[in-house]
Every structure is written in structure tokens, then in C-alpha cells.
């Protein structure tokens, strides 16, 4: 049986009144709480215009005429303000929203974007393409270490290379994310038949320490895509017994399952970003949060950055 219940992955289950169907509905209200108590920076009880606009840019470039559009969206009585019930309205809609992407990423414990520069100097292609951390000098280290909990998702938009076409030189790993200088030495990576997958050292030395899925990207080579990580630990305490789901999104099948590994990386410690490996050559979002993010939410964040990224 799965690890992943209802309340993990509703996209992937059956039947509506699944157990723990109440624990996911009192977290959702929970979380859009925290979500509006962010936006609402003066603490007023609504949200202003202006306090929209300052959250949007911290997301990403997004230009004043779709911010004219997503405040008349939300502010339904006209007066100026998003009040509480209108912003729970306007995230709940049954479309897909930039202003429920854009919520979700606010309620992240990490979240570094190439537009905000938040982990160094990020560049932008003479061709008007798209801002990326390259990794020519090798990974990019993050100005703060985030502790995977017991529950995680993790999400990447990486940028796969012109040479990624699989398989690579037996042993390769290009590393998505992780902890290689120091510490622990965890690595979210490819490995050479294009699988995605964990190297967790408390697994094992070398290979021993690698779980990967069996069904490999097959992304083309220049393409971007989204790639999340579901991780759950079945410890009291946050370990490496657990599962991990590997998911991608990068065309119009929007986001699907690769597979699962029987390893989870709580308890460690993402710090870097992005490897030499053969398979990525940049990167342009790295977001966490401490919870299974479902379906329709990764669905709502792909849709959010697809489209300018081609897929």
C-alpha cells in the first residue's frame, strides 16, 4: 500500500470520504490564514493593493496590468481591500489562479527565485530568455540551511542540459539539490539512466546510499521542468525510513508520478543548489515547505511558471 494517504496526494486516490479527510480540511484553513496574515503586512485585517503588489514581486516579475487583474479578481465588493472571505473565495475558485500559486509559495520554508536574486548573482540570457543560476562553477550555496522535516515537498525548475541524453558514464549523478560540501553529504540528483532519485549516506557508502525510481525523465535536452519531491517518514523521530515520491511536470500532461523510493531525506539538510553533473546545466527556483503538498496544489505551481518556461 501506499505511503501517501488521501490527505498526502487526493490526486492519486479514490473516494471522497477518505480518513483524515477533516485534518485536511482544518490544515487547509490553517494554512490560508497564514497565508492571508502574510500579505496583510500592516496586520489591518485586509489586504491593500499595494500589499499585493509587494508580495507578487517578491514571487516573481509579474507587471502591474496582471496585478490590476488579480486584485479586481479578488476584491469583489469594489472597495479597495481583500477582505478574509474574499481572499478565501478567490483561492478556492475551481480555475487555477496565479493568486493561489503565488499563496503557496509565500507559506514556503524556503524559497529562493532567480528573478528575486536570493542566492546570488542569477543571470539572464542575452536572449530574453528566462533569469537561472547556472552551475559552470559548480553548485550554488543557499544563504540559509533548511532542516528537512518528517513530512516535506520539495520543488525545482531546472533546466536540463544539451548533452542530457541518457545513459551517461556509469557512476554519473547530477545533483538537484542537497548537501554535499558538509554535514550529512545528502543529494537530490539524476543518476546516469536519467532516473531521479536520493543519496542518503545513513543508507549506505556510495551506491548503497542511492535509491532512485525506474523510470527515468526523458526530458530533452534545453528543456525546463518542474521537479517535486514528496517525502514522508514513518519514525517518531525524522530519519531515513519512509518513502519519497518523485514527481515531474514539464509539457501538457501537467504533472505526473515517475515513482517512489523507500527512503526519505528528513531529518537533513538542503544548503546548495544544483551540481557539475552531466544531466542540469541551470536552475531557476528552489522552494520547500513542511507538509505533502497534493496534487492539485503542484498542478497550480506549474501552471503558475509553465507557460513562460515553454513546457
Known sequence: SSHFGPRASPGLQSGASAPGAGAMARRAQALMREAFEKWDTDGNGTISKQELSSVLRQLGAFPANQIEVLMAQADKNGNGQIEYVEFVDWLLKPVVTVGGAAALYSTAALCVRAESDAAG????PAEGGEAQWDFEGGPLELEEALALPKEHTVLLWVLF???????????????????????WGLSFGVNEAGCIGIHDPRLGAGAEGKRCVTEPTNAA????????LR???????????????????NDDRCVRLLGSVDAVAAGLVLDELGSRGPAVSAASCLAAWPRLLADAELRELFLLDGVRYGC
Open 121 to 124: 548573482k542569477a543571470i539572464v
Open 161 to 183: 542540459s544539451d548533452v542530457c541524453i541518457a545513459p551517461f558514464s556509469a557512476g554519473s549523478w547530477s545533483q538537484l539539490c542537497g548537501d554535499q560540501r558538509e554535514g
Open 221 to 228: 535536452g534545453g528543456t525546463w521542468a518542474m521537479i517535486c
Open 231 to 249: 517525502g514522508i517518514c514513518e519514525t517518531p523521530t525524522p530519519g531515513p525510513k519512509g518513502c519519497t515520491e518523485v514527481l515531474i511536470a
